[in-house]
């Protein structure tokens, strides 16, 4: 969007949830959106603009928010219009956005000590009950799309398929790693509301404490199994190199909830399909969907190091100690 049109579009949304007048924005970070720190006379607020998503599976991202929050589970929750109390998404056009309060919060450092607390919070959220949710709210929390549900990945393969030759190399990497794992059946797995994406950038802490949750655009009804493997491979691998001391704090925090009682080659599965998984949503994502070199070049770790993870049964055990 060039300046002046965002501007423009920006002080629209910001009438609509009648926060005042923008006196100053800064963009910052989205892999799919367009985040905004706004400032007005009457605070700081966070604007997201969506880009990919529906009106409906937003609508349903906002209903799960609600759901939580009456479960003591730290959300943001998005700002409402004046005009329609329950109304919280601003859609005109092409342009779908949603505002919230900016929480006072700071992104933790990767430490032992965090990594704990962030497995404590993932227990947490897959220990809210869905079994007693009514139905119009159990059509609506199942129906809702995200990347660790059943079908995203196999989908996703056949897309990679059909535009392989604009990444070749990357794209014969994850299709081979694919076959190697297609057999994982990840429907058998114990079914929980799943955050999808937690790590370091969405949360924010306050005296050492949790105190709010972000980005819940994956939320959904899934696998706990693969959303923790999610997390685990986001806090222990920041990049290529495994943390084992970073791992055990974050099993250690989930195991003093929940139980955890998975073998080793069924975490071992989970890890190698969510890493899998993650790659080729990169891929997708900055080289097909939204073409961006420099992101590409960013995250080219996820490209090559998934040569190890494909090669099962190899890489398979390498977590076996883990549980000692």
Not at 190 to 214: M, P, R, S
Not at 274 to 281: I, Q, V
Request: glycine share 4%; net charge positive; charged share 25%.
């Amino acid at each position: 969007m060039i300046f002046l049109q965002i501007s423009k579009i920006l002080q629209e949304i910001a009438d609509h949830f009648q926060i005042g007048r923008i006196t100053s924005r800064k963009q910052f970070g989205g892999n799919t959106n367009e985040n905004y720190l706004l400032t007005t006379k009457r605070g700081d607020f966070v604007c997201k603009i969506f880009l990919e998503k529906c009106l409906e599976d937003i609508e349903k991202e906002f209903s799960f928010l609600e759901y939580l929050e009456s479960k003591n589970i730290p959300v943001s929750i998005p700002l409402s219009s004046g005009l329609e109390k329950e109304k919280r998404i601003y859609a005109k056009g092409k342009t779908i956005a949603m505002v919230c309060k900016k929480i006072d919060g700071i992104h933790p450092k990767r430490t032992i000590d965090t990594c704990k607390k962030l497995g404590i919070f993932l227990a947490q959220l897959h220990e809210v009950p869905i079994k007693t949710l009514k139905e119009s709210q159990k059509k609506n929390f199942t129906e809702k799309s995200h990347w660790l549900m059943p079908s995203y990945l196999p989908v996703a393969i056949v897309t990679l398929r059909q535009y392989k030759n604009l990444f070749p190399r990357e794209a014969k990497i994850m299709i081979d790693a694919y076959e190697k794992i297609k057999h994982i059946d990840i429907t058998s797995h114990e079914q929980k509301i799943v955050h999808g994406d937690l790590y370091l950038g969405n949360v924010l802490f306050k005296n050492n404490k949790i105190i709010a949750v972000l980005d819940w655009e994956n939320v959904g009804i899934g696998s706990a199994l693969l959303d923790f493997a999610r997390s685990a491979l986001a806090l222990s691998i920041p990049k290529t190199k495994f943390h084992p001391d970073l791992f055990r704090a974050f099993l250690a925090g989930y195991r003093a909830v929940r139980s955890f009682t998975y073998t080793n080659k069924q975490l071992a599965d989970a890890l190698t399909y969510t890493y899998l998984t993650r790659a080729t949503w990169m891929l997708l994502q900055f080289g097909l969907y939204h073409p961006n070199k420099q992101k590409l070049h960013k995250y080219r770790h996820f490209f090559g190091s998934i040569r190890n993870w494909g090669n099962i049964p190899k890489s398979r055990y390498r977590w076996e100690h883990l549980y000692r």
